[in-house]
């Protein structure tokens, strides 16, 4: 029998991985949305043909698996309102919430669940996410399955074994988009410097981010040997990469990345009190 799947929270994240679900062919009939306003409903329902609701607890009664996509900041009041439905039905419980830990979100949903907690990425939003998931002990195998199934509608998943590795996930997937599209705005702005339309630039450099991703994720070779291939003795991009070592961008994206993944476990304890 398909499992019923409910959505707390209807924003970004939650219709994004909707929408890739519906696609790759999970039934509309099993998937319900859940919203305090209907207005925010409305369109899911109308696009997908998704059920909705806007109480809660009602769509948790009916519900296999529940994913939690609120912002981390309600996540406390939503769970309580709902842990009496939660825990008379005991359904997987999938989080996409950054930083709050496995074991906060069962105490505040009444006590033990399976529950799996995954770190997603907005580019799921076109399909192309990359998501790292971690379970608690609780989750059988045909649940760890049940979630692969559903990340994987919106992208790549990658399971982890240590919930402390969600931080390094949010790290490397998580928050990098945004290493990405700051990137994109430099690499605009010099392109610019140096004489091109804007519109021009930015295309050139999408297109190209883009095309350097396919192609490394098609290779078996390693990124370092894809970067020695472009770069032609005394040539253009010797040139730039030397700049780039120069100015230590491996360890700017060091220090970056170990600020995100301690923010990460930062958040766990200023939002995971329970
Ligand atoms: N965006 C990212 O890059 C990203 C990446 C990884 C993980 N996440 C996680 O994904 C989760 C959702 O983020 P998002 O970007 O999708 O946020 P979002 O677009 O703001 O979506 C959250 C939704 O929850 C709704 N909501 C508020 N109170 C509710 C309640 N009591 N019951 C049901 N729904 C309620 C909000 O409605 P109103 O707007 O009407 O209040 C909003 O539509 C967060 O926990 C975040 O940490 C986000």
Redesign the pocket.
């Known amino acids: 029998m398909a499992s019923t799947i409910t959505f707390?929270?209807?924003?970004?994240?939650?219709g994004a991985i909707i929408g890739g679900m519906i696609e790759s062919g999970f039934s509309p009939d099993d998937v319900i949305a859940?919203?305090?306003?209907d207005d925010?409903l409305a369109p899911l329902r109308e696009r997908l043909g998704i059920r909705t609701e806007t109480d809660?607890a009602a769509a948790v009664a009916e519900s296999d698996v529940v994913v939690l996509?609120?912002?981390?900041q309600?996540?406390r009041q939503?769970c309580e309102q709902m842990r009496d439905a939660v825990q008379a039905r005991r359904p997987l419980i999938v989080s996409?919430?950054?930083g709050l830990p496995a074991e906060t979100l069962e105490a505040w949903l009444g006590g033990e669940l399976p529950l799996v907690r995954c770190?997603?990425?907005?580019p799921a939003l076109v399909g192309a996410g990359a998501a790292g998931l971690y379970a608690n002990a609780r989750v059988d195998a045909d649940q760890r399955r049940l979630a692969t199934e559903l990340m994987e509608a919106v992208g790549l998943v990658e399971w982890v074994e240590d919930e402390a590795l969600l931080d390094a996930v949010t790290a490397v997937s998580?928050s990098a988009p945004a290493y990405f599209f700051l990137m994109f705005e430099a690499m605009e702005e010099a392109g610019v410097t140096l004489g091109l339309p804007a519109d021009t630039a930015r295309r050139l450099a999408m297109q190209t981010a883009l095309g350097a991703a396919k192609m490394a994720l098609a290779s078996d070779k390693p990124p370092a040997e894809l970067k020695r291939n472009v770069m032609s003795p005394g040539g253009t991009t010797e040139r730039a990469i030397a700049h780039l070592e120069d100015a230590e961008l491996r360890r700017i994206m060091g220090e970056a990345m170990t600020a995100c993944a301690d923010r990460a476990a930062e958040m766990a304890d200023e939002l995971g009190q329970r």
């Open positions: 707390i929270g209807a924003g970004n994240m939650a859940t919203s305090p306003s925010v809660n996509a609120v912002k981390p309600i996540m939503v996409v919430a950054a770190m997603p990425n907005t998580g």
